[in-house]
């Protein structure tokens, strides 16, 4: 268990919708990073956030958003979904701005868009 | 995009055995870090090596990093049934946060 929580596990939805996926760093981790895998696409990186601000970017949609609150937890929201944004999407956390340590992953949410 | 490739991309072993992986990048890099995981679960950390290191060790666990080459390994020596799982690179930058790239990841399986 890497301390890491994520939630919901699984998410079913239909083209067109909207969801919330949402992340729990763990105790004391003040970066949230958000990354999408797929069988295409493998592991991308897809943004950070470092104390409630966003610290880098990488090949995030404009439909996708994400938002770090005040207690740490972070927010990924996926609009206007397609097919293609079936996928597994996993949040990771550590302690500083930049990787000294490694990552933290959670366990993902599986989202599937039909 | 990616940055890393792996090689091989599967690779299948029998217990005891040293399992050898390598990981080839594109462009300068802070550290490289290198993660496995099981099944469609989350990532696990297993080592990072910075770019001005050459070799580190964890257990039995064994990474290079030839800056040069822009390559590196990992090598898992007496390999276990459950060393089974797809192990991945990934590269920090500099002056990008924390952003990780990631390769393709090589599926190891042990077989006992």
């Known amino acids: 268990d890497s301390g890491v929580t994520q939630t919901p596990k699984h998410l079913i939805t239909a083209t067109g919708q909207r969801v919330t996926l949402r992340c729990s760093p763990r105790?004391?981790?003040?970066?949230v990073y958000w990354y999408q895998q797929s069988l295409d696409q493998g592991l991308q990186f897809l943004i950070q956030?470092?104390?409630?601000?966003?610290?880098a970017k990488g090949n995030i949609l404009e439909r996708f958003s994400a938002q770090q609150f005040p207690d740490l937890h972070s927010e990924l929201n996926l609009s206007s979904l397609e097919l293609g944004d079936s996928a597994l999407y996993f949040c990771?956390?550590?302690?500083?701005?930049?990787?000294?340590?490694?990552?933290?992953f959670g366990p993902g949410t599986r989202l599937t868009v039909l | 995009s990616q940055q890393g490739e792996e090689d091989p991309q599967a690779l299948s072993i029998q217990e005891g055995e040293n399992a050898t992986m390598n990981c080839s990048y594109k462009?300068?890099?802070?550290?490289l870090q290198w993660y496995r995981q099981n099944s469609g679960r989350g990532l696990v950390h297993l080592i990072l090596?910075?770019?001005?290191?050459r070799e580190k060790h964890s257990g039995r666990l064994r990474v290079t990093l030839d800056t040069s080459k822009k390559s590196s390994s990992l090598l898992i020596t007496a390999s276990r049934a459950a060393d089974t799982a797809s192990y991945f690179c990934?590269?920090?930058?500099?002056?990008?946060?924390?952003?990780?790239?990631f390769g393709q990841g090589t599926e190891l399986s042990v077989k006992p």
């Open positions: 990771a956390s550590s302690a500083e701005e930049w990787n000294i340590v490694g990552q933290f």
């Open positions: 105790s004391g981790d003040l970066s």
């Open positions: 956030y470092y104390n409630g601000e966003e610290r």
């Open positions: 462009t300068s890099i802070n550290n």
């Open positions: 090596i910075r770019s001005n290191e």
């Open positions: 990934a590269t920090g930058l500099y002056n990008q946060g924390g952003k990780l790239i």
